[in-house]
């Protein structure tokens, strides 16, 4: 069970592009980095408005002249100093993660970005390959991913205890935009409008969770054909959309389904996991992130509680509350934004070893999230049609 | 509420051909007809075996000389008796329902069918000139749409109270195939046989409940295209499947996902429904038939219960048991029987004013159901491509 | 696997008085009776109005010269005959429970009566030495212990897998009576009403429920004391209460806590039965009868399943649906009414070896509810102090 | 919505006595403090074992030098510094914590102490008079009351929404504590030894959490006599228990029933809070704490969600993830440490105004708690009989 021992040297200067006062985004990087004293704030460009967001930045506690205009002049007035920022976190809208990260990569400072990474692969490979260069680690946020009960999961299908893995369904949904845009809100409005969003819009925003997850239970299993349908129910949504649904073949025989919306009219349940083995199922939910449904064919089902000793260890040392009492996506931030450290950490000190088995969504999980979506769109274009995932 | 007051002039004499003492079926087709004195079960051709199925009639107080060994000995004793059976269910393996209904509607007698209906469409339209040629009631026991709140939906989405409908997520899954069939029972083993089964395994055996529970509560939207993957998780039974998920586009621009399995190990949900529409959406499910959940986004989500006052007339006309008391399968099976006797009645009768707006699961609902599964294996065995809805 | 083949040798000739169109109960007796041919309906005085009472039992299939007036008049116009009735269901306010009883029992008539049974323990102990020297069965509709998981329960504790039991926690709430009683009904007014209702209303409405479940699954716990605290919250209900706290000291040394209200308002659970030992517990609730939750301290909480191969025999054997398939309240009615017949049967065969072992709500269940409300009322109006159980 | 923005004017330099690296409350302290800026964790004597505790804090990045042994040497050590502690926090057993309190208090440090606060109302009494005349705020962690659908609950109440309150049903439950205590650890230990738990067990350690958060719901119910009926199921925990009922009378007529037990073998279900009110209820679990049950009589059943628009200003105001994102204990910790926190200021700054209208668990709501045991422990003494409430 993680306690808040340091489980790196020391903390990390720590920097935030974007989280501002206007958004809801920047207070769960915060409450995921900060808890621990794993990371201290110490600079930002929080805001496009330059003076809100140093207001901003001074009751977060950050020094007035820490809290910069643009990326740009962090990345100027942090470099030349000796106590400058070690590592930023990019809370920006979609288009502008590529170059704040090359900009800060550039400048020898560690990223933690938002999903999804960037617009294409090439451009992940191209940071991938600077970042590699640099020394440096480009963490991507993941969130959902840090609960006990998902490296649970991971473990429980390693050890065979499902069988051979054969279908796979995946929910992502809530119906928060099952309206038009007309009073949408600046957060939300980039997100349906291609030059600011990329090629999708639910795909991206809420997909790339599905699918990441899924590759952290299931890190054999790999995608051999899939087929996207994608629709925007609001016209103007188009020719992003607001709902799609991905059938997917993989390479061992086993299905997949996914499903992300937005105008889920009503729905509050959000994500929903289920891998279904040859000899049972594992089924969890963030709604209810603390319970693990495991249906073993022809036994009563269990419910599995985190933090209790019937668990793996696997999931149990990265538990922070114990049993009986309830983790939320904060607690997952948290572990996400431990394990980005503790790669920084590793990488600064040169400990390759530990960085082989090291498991945290890098640049690697961010790039595969922009490959799922570019099969995706290709599928969608070419009329929901079966492609070959390339 | 209904409360077992006849609502036709006499009971019918009924008799069944299968649902014998070996399988599961036939109980619930009697607990169906028997409980509100609409039908006596007067005669039976209950088993392939005679001596068994002559003992079984006999325990069900069917006089010995009219259990028979055969459905032709069974039309053959009965047509000639002033008191012979009016109405015969048949609950037989599927390549048998086409030439037994056949048999019986020449006979002049009405039948009750299980589902799948038959093997083609073309076998449902001449069927069903032959019923209208003799004036004859097919039913067919799609026995879920019984419950209360399947026609409380119903009465919601005709009232608008969803808006316009944008998506149709039904499921219907469960585990019990998980394993081979080694050790099948006989009523498990003609199901994967192409030749006993027809086209299809799950599709036919769980996904035409589906299919038509969603024509019950959406009678306004119309499939346009369709796109069926299907799967056999244990190759023997290839070419039928245990696997399969099916998309649908609507010609009013929804969009649906279907999922059939009987290998989704542990899982004992079974059936989901849920209905998304521009403003609300609800969801049911088989499971916790009494309730329904009702979603108005941007509202508290509510949970509605069967028989209570603030459910729609159509609902509450159906009930049974009366809030806060459960109801279950056999409530449900029971109200299709009844409205099949009065539907049946009606024919007798004359009434065509009557069945004009007399809602029950008839020969076009069993060939609406044929019709899908046609569709859904064109596009499977053309690779899981979409087809034109025909 | 029950499958409605018969259990006695034929059917039981069956009358009712009281169960008419005005209220609920009435279904519930005939849905319970009728449903596998152990039972024909046909007497009975159903209503006060016996003009309405003669519409309505000549809709259910009676004869018109047998819907009497009066139950005496159906007792002198049945007795004669020779195929009277040989049994007749109680279901009449409590005040005539013990007068309709007593005739007839007197007239050679078995008898299956609503609870609570009478007012006083004395009058059970008067009926139940008629029975006696009548060599008639007195049944009790305690409906929702024929529930295939109540057997369930009750056989796990006998099995000890719950270890030596501790905490009986029972629950029986709703909150139908939330408002007052200025526009009741008049299947309500009575039961508010000391001269008619008895020494208690919800104690005895829905509390006899609880108790007689929790004696059924406990056989060998023995209450020592009690104390019940009781209350009107609409204050012209009172002395009777809509409102009451039992607790209990069980002669093991294990303490029960009860609860019953009908002001719990919106509540719409209803019952709710949690039992607790030395190493694990079982929690049921009749809104989800299918499902019972066995939870192992230290093991992950598991869901048992009605219908599953893993459950006791005893609970399979009283299954009707089979898994996956939902039971409701009709069908628990059913398997009461089945096990009384079989009683019934037995005493008219003489078979007292049957009788011995057979497990089925007769007089002793019911006076031992009587008994229950007996000590409650004591305690409640010493002012909620303990008791001695007597 | 609160997004970690200073509410006070600087962080306040904070010290723990306890919560060290063999417990588990430690972290649940840390977790709640650190997130915002509002603490900085300076100082600490945070294990019995001072080698263990210097690494322990170290690992925290508490300074090595100010690692202290015991809490008197804190205080000599932290007392002559200028940027000595502010306010240190007392996560030790029972019966230490009016020492350290009284020691702290006297040494001009604000104090936020576990609960139960103190033993006896005598000593809540005493400690109030110091921190009053010292000009101090004592916090109690009743860590439960952060979390914002509380504060909905509070807030519904207090809009007349459920009508006149009529019945609080409060349960804290698990089984952990089913087995006996041979292998229990030294936190469990001192649980259940009187001189260092106090006078009770299970009603101190986790029944004062349901009583602070049914005061919080329902400030203006008072209580005028209760009943308490305990028992120790595991013999040597006597004469503490390990499960115990406590029924209540409130001074509007309002009835309560109250459980705790820690021998509920398998519960993982925890807390349970319901509300009845003569028109509508509310309830709630900490299990699932973003949702809260609304029950209308007459109507749909509601599941209202943390962070919806449609709910009260008050709840909102305290959100910290917003709809759709899970909120955790540790949410509910930092609500509670950063209300804690504003007293401190506002005290510190002399603003009386402030702390008139600022809610926050204080030295009042620990001496109620305290209170609140002796009064159970008087009628549990008296044989489980009803007290007046003193």
Redesign the interface.
């Known amino acids: 069970?993680?306690?808040?021992?340091?489980l790196i040297e020391r903390?990390l200067r720590w920097g935030m592009v974007g989280g501002g006062?206007t958004g809801?985004v920047?207070?769960?990087h915060?409450?995921g980095a900060?808890?621990?004293?794993t990371y201290q704030?110490v600079a930002g460009a929080f805001d496009l408005d330059a003076e809100r967001g140093r207001d901003?930045g001074t009751?977060?506690?950050v020094a007035p002249d820490r809290c910069y205009a643009t990326h740009q002049d962090l990345i100027a007035g942090e470099t030349g100093r000796e106590d400058g920022v070690e590592v930023v976190s990019v809370a920006t809208p979609n288009f502008t993660h590529y170059e704040i990260t090359k900009a800060l990569l550039n400048a020898g400072i560690h990223v933690i970005c938002e999903k999804p990474l960037f617009f294409t692969v090439a451009e992940c490979d191209e940071i991938a390959a600077l970042a590699e260069e640099k020394g440096l680690i480009v963490g991507v946020t993941y969130g959902f991913t840090g609960h006990p009960l998902v490296r649970q999961m991971a473990a429980m299908v390693a050890k065979g205890m499902?069988?051979e893995i054969?279908?796979v369904?995946l929910q992502y949904t809530?119906?928060?935009n099952?309206?038009d845009d007309s009073d949408a809100s600046e957060a939300q409005k980039w997100r349906t409008d291609p030059a600011k969003s990329g090629p999708t819009f639910v795909l991206g925003d809420i997909g790339t969770h599905l699918y990441y997850l899924s590759e952290v239970v299931l890190p054999d299993l790999k995608i051999e054909r899939l087929?996207c349908?994608r629709?925007a129910?609001i016209p103007s949504r188009a020719p992003l959309e607001d709902?799609a649904?991905v059938?997917t073949h993989y390479d061992n025989?086993a299905?997949g389904?996914l499903?992300v919306?937005s105008?889920?009219?009503?729905?509050?349940g959000?994500q929903r996991y289920r891998f279904?083995?040859?000899?049972?199922?594992v089924e969890w939910s963030?709604?209810?992130?603390?319970q693990l449904l495991?249906?073993?064919?022809?036994?009563?089902?269990?419910?599995?509680?985190h933090g209790?000793?019937?668990l793996e260890e696997e999931s149990l040392a990265v538990d922070?509350?114990?049993?009986?009492?309830?983790?939320?996506?904060?607690?997952s931030w948290a572990n996400i934004y431990l394990w980005i450290a503790q790669a920084i950490d590793a990488k600064r000190r040169g400990d390759e070893a530990f960085l082989k088995t090291h498991r945290y969504p890098g640049i690697e999980a961010g790039t595969e999230g922009v490959r799922w979506l570019e099969n995706c769109v290709r599928s969608a274009d070419a009329?929901?049609?079966?492609v070959e995932f390339e």
Chains 1, 2, 3, 4 share one sequence.
């Open positions: 069970m993680y306690n808040g021992e340091k903390p006062r809801q920047g207070y769960k915060r409450t900060l808890r621990d004293g704030l901003f009751n977060l506690g499902l069988g054969r279908i369904d809530h119906g928060f099952a309206g087929l349908d629709k129910f709902h649904t059938l025989g299905r389904r499903w919306s105008v889920n009219a009503g729905n509050m959000s279904v083995g040859s000899k049972a199922s963030d709604s209810h992130p603390d495991f249906e073993v064919q022809g036994e009563p089902n269990r419910i599995l509680h209790m000793p019937y922070r509350m114990g049993a009986l009492h309830t983790e939320g996506l904060g607690d009329g929901g049609s079966w």
